[in-house]
C-alpha cells in the first residue's frame, strides 16, 4: 500500500544549550565567542520523534536511506538558549520518492525559527 498523501506530525520541547551552541560552532570552524550559527536548529531533525515519522511514512520502501535534498533554516528571533521551547511538526509524503518535513519552532508562543527539508528516499 502506498504512503504517498500521507502525514504525520509531532509536537516536543527542545533545549539549545549553551555549551550545545558553541561545540555545533566549533565545528563549522567558528572562534570561540563567535555569534550563533543561524543552522544550528537544523539539529533537531535527527531527533527520535521526527526519524520516527519518517520511518512511518516510508514504510512502503524497505531498505530506502532518506536523503536530504534541500534544508532551510529561517531565523525569525534570536535563539533563547538553555531553556525550553517548542518544537511542532509536519512530515508529508508527497510522492513515491520524496517526503517534506516543516517544523515550527517557538519560545512561549513567540515564533523563533521555522525549517523544511525534502528527503529523497533512495534505495
Known amino acids: 500500500m502506498s ?4 502525514t504525520r506530525k509531532a509536537a516536543f520541547a ?20 563567535a555569534r550563533q550559527p ?5 539539529r533537531w531533525l535527527t531527533r527520535p520523534e521526527l526519524v520516527d515519522l519518517v520511518r512511518d511514512l516510508a514504510a512502503d520502501r524497505p531498505g530506502s536511506l532518506p536523503v536530504h535534498e534541500l534544508q532551510t533554516v529561517e531565523m525569525l528571533s534570536a535563539l533563547p538558549l538553555d531553556r525550553e521551547l517548542s518544537l511542532a511538526a509536519e512530515v ?3 510522492d513515491e ?8 519552532v517557538s519560545d512561549a508562543g513567540a515564533p523563533v525559527a521555522r525549517l523544511h527539508a525534502v528527503l529523497r528516499l533512495v534505495p
Open 38 to 42: 543561524t543552522t544550528y536548529p537544523i
Open 14 to 33: 527542545v533545549v539549545a544549550t549553551t555549551a550545545d551552541v558553541a561545540a555545533f560552532a566549533g565545528s563549522l570552524g567558528a572562534p570561540a565567542g
Open 3 to 6: 504512503l504517498v498523501g500521507g
Open 92 to 94: 508529508r509524503r508527497t
Open 97 to 104: 520518492i520524496h517526503l517534506a518535513l516543516d517544523v515550527a
